[in-house]
């Protein structure tokens, strides 16, 4: 029934943004947004219901760092469109303790990279799914923009792909850090609401900082 509910197959196809944490995902989530113009709140998803209950009710664009069966399903049937964002693991481990999410000790004791290369694998081999690397694209707004554009079959002006660029460069983004609300005192972040951009995305963002941090 996950797959095959009759409500769920005559929507119109929404986009799941299931990448890599720390990968970029979030920007990416909001860039898409913005490109298609979609007016809803930052939805996140953690479970086959969740993802179904948004459908549901309307929403085109999901953001999930879980391996869920009905996201391999869904896109691999054409029946939804996969963004997934990935990034040099080192990377992600030293970003997790840069914002004193883990130490390295629980890194390695408790196999959470392990665990995000493994869903990673499982996810970046489903068929038609986007990938954007982290390295490649994200280090340039603008460039990543036009790859969405081109996986969309898109096209906007290249003044309107300057905006929206400058709106979401490093330095705007890290001013978002001021304004973040806490959407619910549960989480473990703040959250905005409205972009999903919670006072844990905000940072140097560079690559390969591992060599010199690790």
Known sequence: ????????????????????????????????????????????????????EAVRKG??????????????????????????????LLDIAISFVQKKRNTIEEIIEQQII???????????????????????EISSVENLIYKILKTFGSNIENDKVSQIAEKYSRHKVNKIGENVI?????????????????ENHFFDGKSDKYINLL
């Open 1 to 52: 029934h996950l797959f095959l509910d009759e409500d769920l197959s005559n929507q119109d196809k929404e986009i799941v943004i299931c990448g890599m944490p720390r990968s970029g995902s979030t920007l990416v989530y909001n860039l898409v947004k913005e490109i298609h113009g979609f007016d809803q709140k930052f939805i996140y998803v953690k479970d086959n219901n969740e993802y179904i």
């Open 59 to 88: 929403y085109k664009l999901i953001k999930c760092h879980s391996n869920l069966p009905i996201i391999k399903k869904r896109v691999s049937s054409n029946k939804a469109i996969g963004i997934f964002t990935h990034r040099n």
């Open 114 to 136: 392990q665990n995000i290369s493994y869903k990673a694998l499982d996810l970046a081999k489903v068929k038609n799914m986007v990938l954007i690397s982290y390295e490649d």
């Open 182 to 198: 806490n959407a619910d005192v549960k989480k473990k972040f703040k959250l905005n609401a409205i972009n999903g951009f919670h």
